[in-house]
T-cell receptor, first 115, second 116 residues
């Protein structure tokens, strides 16, 4: 079984400021990790993923995340946000070689970028 | 998104009526999933399929059934819709990739279902 906790349900941030979205997971097996973004009234778009290798993962739109196995975390960061980054962000985990490789999501973090 | 479509995009139905949502893929992927999205809960897995006629339950399967008679289609049925099933439903697909770099899930655009 696996679970994901996104520690902040809402994050207000000023334009051009940095942002960090926190994600912790629990799993009895090795995991793959993902961050998705959802803009208002749209579907989910993959921002980045960790499958193996370097623990620092770079994604689209200037986002990056770091996998920390000892702390079971996968926090998402962006050094300077834009108004267009206003969206909801989801962290998700999939167990490696687990039955069905089901993707389990956190509750989401809503980011509001203020001018 | 390329290769996966959901229908209908929007539906309003009455309590107690049956409803079927369709997910269609053109990627020939083995795995297909149905999720529902509700505020504060993220996306929760309803059912998934790992091949034709092979399905299994997710964490919120009560009140839902699925069928997969062809690789490309995965149907989600609400036998008797209730107001608690008002939600946005997403379908996802994932292939067996020999290259780990290609491992990933592709989501459809969603179906907004309102049960009145």
């Amino acid at each position: 079984a696996q679970s994901v906790t996104q520690l902040d349900s809402q994050v207000p941030v000023f334009e051009e400021a940095p942002v960090e979205l926190r994600c912790n997971y629990s799993s009895s097996v090795s995991v793959y990790l993902f961050w998705y973004v959802q803009y208002p009234n749209q579907g989910l778009q993959l921002l980045l993923k960790y499958l193996s290798g370097s623990t620092l993962v770079k994604g689209i739109n200037g986002f990056e995340a770091e996998f920390n196995k000892s702390q079971t975390s996968f926090h998402l960061r962006k050094p300077s946000v834009h108004i267009s980054d206003t969206a909801e962000y989801f962290c998700a985990v999939s167990g490696v070689k687990a039955a069905g490789n089901k993707l389990t999501f956190g509750g989401g973090t809503r980011v509001l970028v203020k001018p | 998104d390329a290769g996966i479509t959901q229908s209908p995009r929007h539906k309003v139905t009455e309590t107690g009526t049956p409803v079927t949502l369709r997910c269609h893929q053109t990627e020939n992927h083995r795995y297909m999933y149905w999720y529902r999205q509700d505020p504060g809960h993220g996306l929760r897995l309803i059912h998934y399929s790992y091949g034709v006629k092979d399905t299994d339950k997710g964490e919120v399967s009560d009140g839902y059934s699925v069928s997969r008679s062809k690789t490309e289609d995965f149907l989600l049925t609400l036998e008797s819709a209730t107001s608690s099933q008002t939600s946005v439903y997403f379908c996802a697909i994932r292939g067996d990739s020999a290259t780990i770099a290609n491992y990933g899930y592709t989501f459809g655009s969603g179906t907004r279902l309102t049960v009145v």
